[in-house]
């Protein structure tokens, strides 16, 4: 068996930043434990699997160690090979998930524009002791989520200065934790931690802007925003809000184009 693969570091116009993700083309679905496998053979935070569709296509991602419910840069990575290597003519594509319904993605020249849910989040009253404990830092305030906690903070230094006890965090009853503040050169920054799916940190996380852009939009009094992940890699996102559903937006660029053989 031969599958096309492409690596992409999405988020970024440059390769050696944004965050790299693989995209493999099926001509149909094959076993579960062989798509976990590649994954994890890749050992990148998310491998994408596309199957074409008459009209759009069927996606899934996979960490090394799991499937995950949505993921950003591993579908905008996805039109971006679609859009720029494999000749789809149009400047629209649809993906069909399994957990997170239709997802649309629009090219509008060399950027990329995602329609996701929002996934607005919900303050907690109270949070996990150990939470403090892995960031060695105090949090203002802590939200939940669908699937993760959402950390807030005071100053961008502050967010870039966390090194978390990774072990720590992997105890925590979430996919993962977002921590965020106010940026000094956007609107707002944030860092993804997730050592419970194999990704102890994420360089640039689209799903986790379904939550925090929400957030911002609302403390902020504006529906347009500019986004910083300040990961080591680094990326930038633009973004906008429309109630039930959030837009991101980006670029991408290949790294590497291959077969994978089974």
């Given at each position: 068996?031969?599958?096309?693969?492409?690596?992409?570091?999405?988020?970024?116009?440059?390769?050696?930043?944004?965050?790299?993700?693989?995209?493999?083309?099926?001509?149909?679905?094959?076993?579960?434990?062989?798509?976990?496998s590649?994954?994890?053979e890749?050992?990148?935070?998310?491998?994408?699997?596309?199957?074409?569709?008459?009209?759009?296509?069927?996606?899934?991602?996979?960490?090394?160690?799991?499937?995950?419910?949505?993921?950003?840069?591993?579908?905008?990575?996805?039109?971006?090979?679609?859009?720029?290597?494999?000749?789809?003519?149009?400047?629209?594509?649809?993906?069909?998930?399994?957990?997170?319904?239709?997802l649309?993605?629009?090219?509008?020249?060399?950027v990329?524009?995602?329609?996701?849910?929002?996934?607005?989040?919900a303050?907690?009253r109270?949070?996990?002791?150990?939470?403090?404990?892995?960031?060695?830092?105090?949090?203002?305030?802590?939200?939940?989520?669908?699937?993760?906690?959402?950390?807030?903070?005071?100053?961008e230094?502050?967010?870039?200065?966390?090194?978390?006890?990774?072990?720590?965090?992997?105890?925590?009853?979430?996919?993962?934790?977002?921590?965020?503040?106010?940026?000094?050169?956007?609107?707002?920054?944030?860092?993804?931690?997730?050592?419970?799916?194999?990704?102890p940190?994420?360089?640039?996380?689209?799903?986790?802007?379904?939550?925090?852009?929400?957030?911002?939009?609302?403390?902020?009094?504006?529906?347009?925003?500019?986004?910083?992940?300040?990961?080591?890699?680094?990326?930038?996102?633009?973004?906008?809000?429309?109630?039930?559903?959030?837009?991101?937006?980006?670029?991408?660029?290949l790294?590497?184009?291959?077969?994978?053989?089974?």
């Open positions: 068996m031969n599958i096309p693969i492409y690596q992409i570091d999405a988020f970024t116009s440059e390769v050696f930043s944004g965050n790299p993700a693989a995209v493999c083309i099926l001509d149909e679905w094959i076993e579960d434990r062989l798509l976990q590649v994954a994890a890749n050992n990148l935070s998310e491998t994408a699997y596309l199957v074409q569709n008459k009209n759009d296509f069927d996606l899934r991602w996979f960490t090394p160690t799991t499937e995950v419910e949505l993921c950003g840069h591993a579908t905008l990575a996805s039109a971006f090979v679609q859009f720029f290597y494999r000749e789809w003519s149009e400047d629209k594509i649809r993906f069909r998930t399994r957990k997170s319904g239709q649309m993605v629009t090219k509008k020249g060399e990329l524009e995602m329609d996701f849910p929002a996934r607005p989040p303050h907690l109270t949070h996990p002791d150990a939470l403090s404990r892995a960031l060695g830092v105090t949090p203002k305030k802590v939200y939940g989520s669908a699937e993760d906690l959402m950390v807030v903070f005071d100053s230094k502050t967010i870039t200065e966390i090194q978390p006890d990774f072990a720590i965090l992997e105890q925590l009853d979430c996919r993962g934790i977002i921590i965020t503040a106010p940026g000094d050169r956007c609107d707002f920054v944030s860092r993804f931690f997730a050592p419970k799916v194999g990704v940190e994420d360089p640039v996380t689209g799903s986790a802007h379904c939550v925090l852009i929400p957030y911002w939009a609302t403390v902020l009094g504006k529906n347009e925003l500019h986004a910083l992940q300040v990961s080591k890699r680094g990326g930038e996102l633009f973004c906008g809000f429309a109630g039930e559903r959030v837009r991101i937006s980006g670029k991408a660029a790294y590497l184009e291959g077969t994978v053989t089974i």
